[in-house]
């Protein structure tokens, strides 16, 4: 990606541009306050009194209570909330495994072994990207159900580890088709097969792209929603998601407060993970538009 | 299309395969090759094309799961084309398409327009605004959603300054679907992002060039930025326009499970849920899941053959 080096229109009064500087702030700023808006109140929100949370407009509590938090101690008809997150972590951190695994196999063989019907494969799957993943939501769902497998985790993480994530390969494709070919050819001329370039050379430098595969990974199967809603039966399976509904079925408005508060900390994981490696994920979001 | 970059495959391939000789190495490649895949064309066999294959069949059965499916020919086709809820599935999910896809990359551009000009406090921005992409799809921010739109909560206090009385928008048929709307608007980050690494691609020189010729601000961006950047525009329409199509986790949560009131916010794959996991009518889902692709792939299609006449790509650059 190359940066412009040149500024684009300097004008010759100071005071114009300092004008130019500030409108643009100004804009900045209130397209800032929209966007961090449910955010911030979600964070006062879980504060209030479950009495107040709609009805006070104020960003912050007037007092700000501890008991939306300590009432999650209880947990949500008698399972504690750390299940949920047990399973919601387990779920995203072998959804990560599998995908930094399958992908990148799967992506090295597209990128850098020429062997027959690469381009059409890699058509295919490309085109597995734009395919609506309903109508493999049924024949899959009765497949597992028929093998047994419903009300496990494998459903939810087979096709993390057979690279069914089309993205991640692509981003990875690209990311090593980007590098010089003089170091895998180098490597091959010295003996080494494919199975050592690949482990070696290539994927330590694919690094940031297995980064970027991964945090998206364990962000999508944090949030994912769908999968466990179908998937998932028995209520100490959950993850956080579903038990987040099961906490607005059980307890409704009355409970207001602690649903906002476990919606807050639903959103912790995803949030720090966000400000640790924002820019990992721009620029991955921003590579997959390009080229 | 544009993502898929010529496959540099063909020298590199001769050139490795020297040392083994001719057809022996090839061999080898092809060996290595489908090894290497393995995960993948396994995966594409078992989870998406038997998959594809099974449920093409099951759109032409009757399957509650319990029994064996049973062929009843165009039968699910018949029935879903008179089902009143099905045409109401298709109105209010062409109504959130048609209506959030432009206006989230409306404002998608602006803001990359806006974070395109140096400034200070560029990065931070920029990272604020596309938080809302990856959080958006959770049930909290659901919740929060449903919060905010509710009787009597922010919205519809501003809305009673200006006069406006609709008791919020998530009890009421008429706004509810518009709360799904902001919810995707409020997600412009991703396309932003993609955006922004389009306008700085844009060379320089023809900025300058431009204002030297006396071209103003809007000239500029007509004859200028937007043929420049319309490839990404291109992947943004193709992209944001079929996750619309998809949309459901908001639509379920916002709306209470129920996808209403009144069938108000029934997206597509709402109702495809209900009738598939709620009364065990695999057929008549499978069934729908063929319309949607169906439909993805003219409106995929239309975008395609379009793209002739506004993408514009710079032939035999570099």
Same mark, same amino acid.
Do not use: H, W
């Given at each position: 990606m190359t940066s412009a080096t040149s500024t684009p229109v300097v004008r010759s009064a100071s005071g114009r541009r300092r004008t130019g500087s500030i409108a643009w702030h100004v804009g900045a700023l209130a397209v800032l306050a929209v966007v961090l808006y449910p955010v911030i109140w979600v964070l006062g929100a879980s504060f209030k009194p479950s009495k107040d949370i709609?009805? !006070?407009?104020?960003?912050?509590?007037a007092k700000p209570v501890w008991a939306n938090f300590s009432g999650?101690?209880?947990?949500i008809s008698g399972i504690s909330i750390s299940t949920f997150f047990l399973n919601s972590l387990t779920y995203a951190g072998l959804a990560v495994v599998g995908v930094v695994i399958s992908s990148s196999l799967t992506a090295y063989a597209f990128a850098k072994i020429g062997f027959a019907g690469r381009n059409l494969l890699f058509t295919l799957m490309i085109g597995t990207l734009l395919l609506p993943y309903h109508v493999l939501l049924i024949p899959q769902y009765v497949m597992f159900r028929k093998l047994e497998?419903?009300?496990?985790?494998v459903p939810l993480v087979a096709g993390k580890f057979l690279a069914t994530e089309a993205f991640f390969v692509f981003l990875m494709v690209q990311f090593m088709r980007g590098l010089p070919r003089e170091l895998d050819e180098a490597a091959r001329l010295d003996g080494c097969g494919h199975f050592r370039t690949y482990w070696s050379i290539v994927l330590p430098l694919t690094r940031p792209a297995l980064i970027t595969s991964a945090i998206f990974t364990f962000i999508n199967a944090w949030n994912d929603f769908m999968g466990p809603l179908i998937y998932l039966n028995t209520p100490d399976k959950y993850t956080v998601s579903l038990g987040l509904m099961m906490f607005r079925d059980q307890?409704?408005? !009355?409970n207001y407060g602690s649903m906002i508060a476990m919606s807050l900390v639903a959103l912790v994981p995803v949030i720090a993970f966000f400000m640790a490696f924002q820019r990992y994920l721009i620029d991955g979001m921003a590579t997959s538009g390009l080229k | 299309m544009t993502l898929v970059k010529e496959a540099p495959a063909r020298p590199a391939k001769k050139r490795s395969a020297a040392p083994a000789a001719g057809r022996r190495g090839r061999r080898r490649e092809n060996i290595a090759g489908y090894l290497f895949m393995s995960p993948w064309i396994a995966g594409f066999l078992v989870l998406t094309a038997g998959p594809m294959i099974a449920s093409l069949y099951y759109a032409f059965t009757r399957y509650n799961l319990f029994t064996p499916p049973e062929w009843v020919g165009l039968d699910n086709f018949t029935t879903m084309f008179q089902d009143p809820r099905w045409q109401k599935s298709v109105e209010v999910t062409l109504k959130y398409v048609v209506v959030a896809t432009p206006l989230k990359l409306l404002l998608a551009l602006g803001v990359a327009l806006l974070l395109a000009?140096?400034?200070?406090?560029q990065g931070l921005y920029r990272a604020a605004f596309y938080m809302p992409s990856l959080i958006g799809a959770s049930v909290s921010v659901g919740f929060v959603w449903r919060a905010l739109f509710s009787d009597d909560a922010i919205v519809d206090r501003t809305q009673k300054v200006f006069g406006l009385d609709v008791g919020g928008w998530i009890g009421n048929p008429d706004y509810v679907l518009y709360a799904l709307v902001a919810l995707s608007i409020w997600q412009f980050g991703a396309p932003m992002v993609i955006f922004l690494a389009g306008l700085k691609q844009v060379p320089q020189e023809l900025y300058e060039a431009a204002e030297m010729d006396g071209a103003g601000p809007l000239r500029r961006f007509w004859n200028i930025t937007l043929p420049m950047i319309s490839p990404v525009l291109f992947f943004n329409v193709l992209l944001e326009s079929i996750h619309a199509f998809q949309v459901f986790g908001s639509a379920y949560v916002v709306s209470n499970t129920q996808c209403g009131p009144a069938d108000a916010t029934l997206v597509y794959t709402c109702y495809l849920y209900q009738k598939g996991f709620k009364e065990a009518q695999m057929g008549f889902a499978s069934a729908m899941a063929w319309t949607l692709v169906v439909a993805v792939a003219l409106v995929t299609a239309v975008l395609f053959w379009s793209q002739k006449k506004w993408v514009h790509y710079e032939e035999a650059a570099k």
């Open positions: 709609i009805a !006070s407009i104020d960003l912050l509590p999650l101690a209880d947990g497998l419903v009300d496990t985790m307890e409704g408005i !009355s | 000009q140096k400034r200070s406090g």
